[in-house]
Structures are given as C-alpha cells and as structure tokens.
C-alpha cells in the first residue's frame, strides 16, 4: 500500500491566519490526491480532488497544490468554521490510504 | 437523494464475527465502486476495502487481509463486511462509502457509520 505521511498532526492558529498542511507520499502518485474535511461527529466532506480543484461548492479560501510526492493543502484566511481535521487521500493505487490527518485549532 | 444505511454493528468478544450490511438508495448502485473505511474513537480513517461495481475485482488493507471479506449484492442494492477474529484493535466506526464516478477516487457519499466494538 502506497504510504501517505501528513504534518503536522495538529495545529493551532488564529482567526484571519494563513494555514498550510502537507502531504507526503511514499511513492509517486502523480496528481492523483484528494483533500477532506472532517468536523467532529461528521463524515468527512471532499475539498479538494486531482491536487488542485476546488470541489462544488467549496470557498475559494481552501486551495491545493503539488504532484507526484509532496503535496499542500492551504486555508488563505482561517475561519471559525473551518476547525476540523483534515485528510488527504491518494487514489494512485488502490486501496486509496490516507494520511494521519491534522486537527485544526482556533489560538 | 443518495443514502447508504449501514447496519450490523455492535459488541463482539474477541475473536467473535460480524457482518455488516450497507444498504443503498437514491441511485443506481451497481454503477459504483465501494469502500469500506473505518475510524477508531479519535484516530484518523482507514480503508479496509474495495469493490468494483460489478464486485469481481477486491481490495483489502494489509492491516484486516485474511480477517475481512467484502461482497455485494447489486440486485438487493447492498454491500456487505464480513469481519472474522475480531480483535480489541477493531474497535471503530465503520462507513460505507461511495467512490464518485465524475470525480475518480473521490469518496463522494458516506453513510452514517456503524459502531463496533470488540471486548470481553
């Protein structure tokens, strides 16, 4: 199974603050990564799909970038809203692993 | 609307089997792959399994290989886990969950979850 290493596992950090997540996979998996929001008690919620698009719906704050093993994930100014964990997942290969996700925190 | 209802959840000794069941409305279920993705309390998502839409091709994390088997039931709209030698360590919420066909690898539909828990 492809391995899919995110840091930092948890973050804290103001309303208005810019927020970056990476991912890391252990092999290359081209743009093939998807970016979830998960608030407590939910199922998780898609983001971001193929490294970069911006899902339905979705504020134009979360943004992706990155290919083959390093990949980020940014929130350009941090909501109240947005506290949640956050995943990304590759669909290179299947099974389609996540990472360990980063818990996202108001200071 | 899209819904997938899971079900057969519970408390199993270790050891112990279940079955879990996923049933599908709003759409038409044998057009979609399937995942099996679990979450223990307060740790992160793990995918246990995958299936064509047909069910002939079959996935399995090397974590539950051997333990779980996923199958399904495109007449009765359905999907299914079979989960033997339960151990302490499966403990989880278990969502079926539906791969988009717009959007390849994206899990666009999840159901509600079915809690189980393995303990003596």
């Known amino acids: 199974d492809i391995q899919m290493t995110q840091s930092p596992s948890s973050l804290s950090a103001s309303v208005g603050d810019r927020v970056t997540i990476t991912c890391q996979a252990s092999?290359?998996?081209?743009?093939?990564l998807n970016w979830y929001q998960q608030k407590p008690g939910k199922a998780p919620k898609l983001l971001i799909y193929?490294?970069?698009n911006l899902e339905t719906g979705v504020p134009s704050r979360f943004s992706g970038s990155g290919s083959g093993t390093h990949f980020t994930f940014t929130i350009s100014s941090l909501q109240s809203e947005d506290i949640a964990t956050y995943y990304c997942?590759?669909?290179?290969?299947?099974?389609?692993?996540f990472g360990q996700g980063t818990k996202l925190e108001i200071k | 609307q899209v819904q997938l209802v899971e079900s057969g959840g519970g408390l199993v000794k270790p050891g112990g089997s279940l079955r879990l069941s996923c049933a599908a409305s709003?759409?038409?279920?044998?057009?979609?792959?399937f995942s099996w993705i679990r979450q223990a309390p307060g740790k992160g998502l793990e995918c246990l399994s995958y299936?064509?839409?047909?069910?002939?091709?079959?996935y399995y994390a090397d974590s539950v290989r051997g333990r779980i088997t996923v199958s399904r039931d495109n007449a009765k709209n359905s999907l299914y886990l079979q989960m033997d030698s339960l151990r302490a360590e499966d403990t989880a919420v278990y969502y079926c969950?539906?791969?988009?066909?717009?959007?390849?690898?994206?899990?666009?539909?999840w159901g509600q979850g079915t809690l189980v828990t393995v303990s003596s």
């Open positions: 299936i064509s839409s047909s069910g002939s091709t079959k």
């Open positions: 193929d490294a970069s």
């Open positions: 997942q590759q669909y290179d290969t299947p099974l389609y692993t």
């Open positions: 092999q290359d998996i081209s743009n093939y």
């Open positions: 709003g759409f038409t279920f044998s057009d979609y792959y």
């Open positions: 969950v539906r791969e988009s066909r717009d959007l390849v690898g994206a899990n666009d539909y």
